[in-house]
């Protein structure tokens, strides 16, 4: 059998490395073929394009690209020339674009300049502003920083007396005047105030002494000597009840004492039975229990007006009385110094008030000033029967007379003229109405203070104390000394929120008094200022060539834009507070 030779596994034969000739010609015919066509492909696109760049004019264009570009980048932009633009970057640096001749012209932060588009014929920049506040110097002005409000009513008195002091309250509002508003549509405000004045209607009235009506002060006479009459003892009825009626020992007393010639007649004109005749000296007994009425001559301390240091001891008709004590006198003798009251002295006090419009006073006392007595004017009060007064209508803060029985000490009970809100505080540790030498009446006589009239400044500058709003104070008078310091005030039907308080007889704290009391704090306050400045918030570049193209283009400053407070947003000449490494 004839074997078929098998190819499943022989060897194929391999073909010939390369191309062939034709292979090759055929591939770089076709080559050149397609760069011909890419290179008259790319010479129309650049004819094409130098077409655009001619219509647009792609300098104007990019020109116009790159200054909206910086000014929106900008910290601040400046242009007080509508044909100049600053724009100044985050470090200080200046970039200005400015129009010379027909070429724009650049100034980099570095100094250098160029031409930056020319065939120019107009550069316009227009601004959008935007206002900027600041605070400025603040303002000072003397003048009255605070007063009590103004209270339609009829005035009555307010006492201020030993051991019964008077407190003030008041609070500095943060509101500043209209006049003081320096930018319109901002509110300026109080900063704070020196307490140097304070300006309210006062005056001082001397003590008083009750006249002699029933349950009035009554004293008996002396004995007018060594020889003595049948001794008396009555109650006047006269003008002033200073002795008893009867004469209080009826002899003159001898030759060389003629000093109780009066015997004990006293120096009122009371009734009563003669005190007998006497011997010796004077033969008249004693004159104060003449039966026929007569008047009789009272002592008193002649205080001028305006001149309180010239004080002098007169010797007065009962009748006459009345119209001294009314313009500053008083009762007695002048003591060496003068008056009897002129060692008295007015206290204030400045503390810390409980709250806004509180008077109480609160923690230490921040200062004291004190006024002689003799600088303030003489003020005027009058003895009243209590059926007439009613109360305190008319305008008076009422004194009434009471039997004061020392706690621990009865056996020395004593007839005191107290302010009306004191006597409760009396009552509750035992006092009586009326006088001792009644033992006791429900009979009162009392004495009506007029409220002053003329506003007196009293000088706290001393004090040196600074008020802040907001800050509650209260000042309290108190007097040391006998007398009577006496304030206008116009009554209100609450206590709440006066801003007065009082402390009643007997002890006890400040309490809150139905009162308003006119006055007026003055100083040197301070305010606060603004100032206003207006800043580029966004701007519009327009370009006229001189060909006749033109373009415009609006940015906006994106550090002011940004910015919805006035009081924020940088203004020329303030930079950002930059942090530098290792810093």
Same mark, same amino acid.
């Given at each position: 059998m004839k074997t078929i030779p098998s190819h499943r596994h022989g060897r194929v034969p391999a073909a010939p490395p390369g191309f062939t000739l034709i292979e090759l010609v055929i591939a770089t015919t076709i080559g050149a073929m397609l760069l011909v066509a890419v290179a008259e492909v790319a010479q129309i696109f650049g004819h094409e394009v130098e077409i655009v760049r001619d219509e647009t004019d792609w300098r104007l264009e990019e020109c116009l690209v790159r200054v909206t570009d910086d000014a929106k980048r900008a910290w601040v932009v400046e242009s007080e020339d509508e044909h100049e633009l600053v724009i100044v970057d985050a470090l200080g640096g200046e970039t200005t674009f400015s129009l010379e001749g027909s070429n724009l012209l650049v100034t980099r932060p570095n100094g250098s300049q160029g031409v930056m588009l020319e065939g120019v014929a107009d550069f316009h920049v227009e601004k959008r502003m935007a206002q900027r506040l600041r605070e400025a110097e603040q303002l000072e002005s003397y003048g009255s920083f605070w007063q009590s409000p103004e209270i339609v009513g009829g005035t009555q008195s307010v006492t201020v007396e030993q051991e019964l002091p008077v407190a003030l309250g008041f609070t500095m509002s943060s509101a500043a005047p209209d006049w003081a508003h320096a930018v319109e549509g901002v509110d300026e405000q109080s900063v704070q105030a020196m307490l140097e004045r304070v300006v309210l209607p006062l005056a001082f009235v001397p003590p008083q002494t009750n006249p002699g009506t029933?349950?009035?002060? #009554? /004293?008996?006479?002396?004995?007018?000597?060594?020889?003595?009459?049948?001794?008396?003892?009555?109650?006047?009825k006269g003008l002033f009840n200073f002795g008893s009626g009867a004469g209080g020992g009826g002899s003159a007393g001898d030759d060389d004492d003629t000093s109780?010639?009066?015997?004990?007649?006293?120096?009122?004109?009371?009734?009563g039975s003669d005190g007998g005749s006497g011997t010796g000296g004077d033969t008249s007994g004693g004159s104060g229990g003449d039966t026929s009425g007569s008047s009789g001559q009272v002592s008193i301390c002649h205080i001028p007006p305006g001149n309180?240091?010239?004080?002098?001891?007169?010797? $007065?008709?009962?009748?006459? #009385?009345?119209?001294?004590?009314?313009?500053? *006198?008083?009762?007695?003798?002048?003591?060496?110094?003068?008056?009897?009251?002129?060692?008295? $002295?007015?206290?204030? *006090?400045? &503390?810390? +008030? &409980?709250?806004?419009?509180? @008077? =109480?006073?609160?923690?230490?006392?921040? @200062?004291t000033i004190s006024v002689p007595v003799s600088a303030l004017p003489a003020g005027t009060a009058t003895w009243e029967d209590s059926s007439l007064v009613g109360g305190l209508t008319g305008g008076g803060s009422a004194h009434v007379t009471i039997c004061h029985v020392p706690p621990g000490n009865p056996g020395n009970v004593c007839t005191l003229s107290v302010g009306e809100p004191a006597v409760q505080g009396h009552l509750n540790h035992g006092d009586v109405l009326g006088s001792c030498e009644d033992g006791g009446s429900t009979s009162e006589t009392v004495l009506v203070y007029q409220a002053p009239t003329t506003a007196v400044p009293l000088d706290l500058t001393p004090f040196a104390a600074v008020i802040e709003p907001g800050r509650a104070h209260t000042l309290v008078f108190r007097l040391e000394g006998p007398g009577t310091v006496v304030l206008a005030g116009v009554p209100l039907q609450s206590s709440s929120n006066t801003g007065i308080a009082a402390v009643s007889w007997g002890g006890g704290g400040y309490e809150p008094q139905?009162? +308003? $009391?006119?006055?007026?704090?003055?100083?040197?306050?301070? &305010?606060?200022?603004? /100032?206003?400045? *207006? #800043? #580029?918030?966004?701007? %519009? $570049?327009?370009?006229?060539?001189?060909?006749?193209? =033109?373009?415009?283009?609006?940015?906006?400053?994106?550090?002011?834009? %940004?910015?919805?407070?006035?009081?924020?947003?940088?203004?020329? @000449? /303030?930079?950002p507070e930059l942090e530098l490494d290792g810093q």
């Open positions: 029933s349950g009035g002060v #009554v /004293e008996t006479g002396d004995t007018g000597g060594t020889d003595t009459g049948s001794s008396g003892k009555g109650k006047g109780n010639a009066a015997g004990g007649g006293g120096k009122g004109s009371g009734k309180p240091e010239n004080a002098r001891t007169l010797n $007065v008709v009962d009748t006459l #009385v009345a119209p001294h004590l009314a313009h500053g *006198d008083v009762l007695g003798a002048c003591s060496a110094s003068g008056s009897t009251a002129s060692s008295s $002295v007015l206290h204030i *006090d400045l &503390y810390e +008030a &409980y709250a806004p419009d509180d @008077g =109480r006073p609160y923690g230490n006392v921040l @200062g139905p009162l +308003a $009391v006119p006055r007026a704090l003055d100083g040197m306050r301070t &305010y606060t200022q603004t /100032e206003a400045t *207006d #800043v #580029v918030e966004a701007l %519009t $570049v327009s370009f006229a060539m001189l060909d006749g193209k =033109r373009a415009s283009a609006t940015a906006t400053i994106m550090s002011q834009s %940004t910015v919805a407070n006035p009081w924020l947003g940088p203004l020329p @000449g /303030e930079l």
